[in-house]
Every structure is written in structure tokens, then in C-alpha cells.
């Protein structure tokens, strides 16, 4: 999807317009993909504009800059402000934040040495359905990746790098390529992993299952929200290893992310979920969740700040 530029973009400290918010061709980030960053949506709910989790976010952001001694020149509390001030700035109602800390112009090598800054930028874009504006009710086809996410002592899974996207784009890129909406990835032993850039859960029997961190997935802040609304609702939830010969004989599957928020998964490798179509659990979770955002579920957790 095409981006829809908006007026101002936060570059270190400060407002710019939109099309001054550049970096040079020789910056460290570009190169070597030395770079961390969040996903965030500011939802239009019945307080007015909200940042979804906005907290849970910015210390996610800054426990990556740590994984990788990336010293954040800003505090925590003037992240999330700048944040809101991005959103308001630009009178959006709704929108997707992208907050990112990068290493900038300085030096060539790969050692980040002291000349190589580090620069934070945060962007609000219009972006509605990750995948598609009909997936949410109809379901997305998914194959399974040919594609393995990372051992664990290869580079930081729970870190939110930029570096570790170029796995999900040959994801994304083979699941297109051979017809499909989406992709879910094994890991290195071959036990479920998560998609391009979603959490997976899998319900069977009225348990739902999602893979531990031990995969190699990123810890969502979307799927630490939908566990706390399943358990709020009375169901089981367990974190543990999933064989991938379990997605095929599940009652539901769902994809969860800031960007796909939560999404039915319909088929894996051309076999059918359940009936095919969104399942119960998964259109009851949903009601929940964006009913945080109409009033209509209690914000008993304080996720609109």
C-alpha cells in the first residue's frame, strides 16, 4: 500500500515537515540494518484520540535499543509525549505511529563507534487493514513458510530490529508469490513460529495456543492484549511448543499485530480451519477488543492511557 504522506514528522527533538525528514545514503542504519523500531495505532475511541498500549510500547522500544548498546538520546516519558504530539499535530484521529531509533551518518564500518549517531524520528501514517480491508470478517489463506526463523543465538528475536525484517520479507514475498495472503514460519527446531510480522494463536477444544518466546518470535504487545482478554473471559491460554501438523486439525487459528490487529487465518496450505471461515472465539475476541476502543469493553487494564 502506497504511503499518504502527512504534514510533520518528530526528527530528533523537533516538528519537520514531511519531505525534510531524510537521512544521507551512507547512513550506518541503511546499510547495515542497525536500527529498532515500534509499530503503534492511535485509535479514534469515545476519549477522543488514543495510542493504544503507548507505555508497553515505548519500553519494548527501549529494551531493543538496549539488546543492541544503542544509547536513545531521549527519556521514555519524552518519547510517548512526542508520540501524542505527533497525532495531534497532525489532526489525525486514527492513525499508525511509527516510532524509530537508527544509527546515522558517520562512519562506513560496521563497529558503531562514537562519530555514528543516534537519531530517533516517529511518523503517523493513514494505513487501515495489513491485509486487506476484507480480512478481518473473510479470513486470509496462509501457507507455511519454506522459510525458518531464527535459532536463538543467531540475532535477538525479542528485539524489534530492523535487521530481522529481512527474514519476514522473503516470508511475505513467497506467500505472494505462490498465491497466498500471508505466511507462518517455523523455527529453528520446526515447531511454530509466527507470520511475516503477526503473533499466531490456535484454538482447539476451547484451549488456545500460542507459541512461547522460546520460537523466535517477536513478544507482541497485541498478543500480551489478547491473552488478557481471553483470560479475562474464562478461556485457557497457553504458551508452549506448537507442531506444525497441530495448525491443520485446529478449530480456529488467528493472526494478531498491531498492523492485522486480529485476523482469521481460513486455511493452512489449502486446508480448511474449522469451516473455513471465522470462527466463534475469534469473532467474540474481536468485539472485545475494539469494544475497548468504543467504551463498550471496560479499559479495566489502562491500555488507553
Sequence with gaps: ?????????????????????????????????????????????????????????????????????????????RIEDACREVVAKNRVEACYLRPIVFRGYGGVGMYPGPEVPIQVSIAALRWGGHLGSEAQTKGVEVCISSWRRVAPDTIPALAKCAANYASSIQIVMEAKRD????????????????????????????????????????????????????????????EEAIPREALYGADEIFYVGTAAEITPVRSVDRVPIGGGVRGPLTKALQARFFGIFTGETPDKHGWLG
Design 179 to 238: 498465491g497466498y495472503d500471508a505466511a507462518i514460519a517455523l523455527d529453528h527446531q520446526g515447531l511454530v513460529s509466527e507470520g511475516a510480522g503477526e503473533n499466531v494463536f490456535v484454538v482447539r477444544d476451547g484451549v488456545v495456543r500460542t507459541p512461547s518466546t522460546g520460537s523466535s518470535i517477536l513478544a507482541g504487545i497485541t498478543r500480551d492484549s489478547v491473552m488478557w482478554l481471553l483470560r479475562d473471559a474464562g478461556y485457557e491460554v497457553r
Design 1 to 77: 500500500m502506497a504511503i499518504e504522506p502527512t504534514e510533520l514528522i518528530w526528527y530528533d527533538g523537533k516538528l519537520v515537515p514531511w519531505r525534510e525528514a531524510t537521512v544521507h545514503v551512507l547512513a550506518h542504519s541503511l546499510h547495515y540494518g542497525s536500527a529498532v523500531f515500534e509499530g503503534m495505532r492511535c485509535y479514534s475511541t469515545h476519549l477522543g484520540p488514543r495510542v493504544f498500549r503507548l507505555d508497553a510500547h515505548v519500553r519494548r522500544l527501549f529494551d531493543s535499543a538496549r539488546i543492541y548498546r544503542m544509547e536513545i538520546p531521549f527519556s521514555p516519558a
